[in-house]
């Protein structure tokens, strides 16, 4: 078992800076991927970000040059740091860690929430 612990979400205006981070533990020395997913209402869950174990990163097309993510492996921590916010960014942002052993899971954390005013 994982055991996620997200923080860093809040209300902000456009323009603005906020800072996510996404702490793992547990069983966590096997994680292969580590990453943030977005969900505004009414909506489906995208992804937004996320680097795997060798440091690749991927990223959505709206947020590639205002988004950063990166990753402590020494603490199972991955950070967003989100840059010139705009109003469409607004939304519940989980943070996905996906473990090989013993078997491939998925796990969720609980979500955090963006707000981004105009």
């Known amino acids: 078992q994982v055991q996620l612990v997200e923080s860093g979400g809040g209300l902000v205006q456009a323009g603005e800076s906020l800072r996510l981070s996404c702490a793992a533990s547990g069983s966590s020395a096997s994680i292969f991927v580590m990453g943030w997913y977005r969900q505004a209402p009414g909506k489906q869950r995208d992804l937004v970000a996320r680097?795997?174990?060798?440091?690749?990163?991927n990223y959505a097309d709206s947020v590639k040059v205002r988004f950063t993510i990166s990753r402590d492996n020494a603490k199972n921590t991955v950070h967003l740091q989100m840059n010139s916010l705009k109003p469409e960014d607004t939304g519940v942002y989980y943070c996905l860690v996906v473990v090989t052993r013993p078997r491939i899971e998925n796990y969720w954390g609980q979500g955090t929430q963006v707000t981004v005013s105009s």
């Open positions: 680097i795997f174990s060798d440091g690749i990163t």
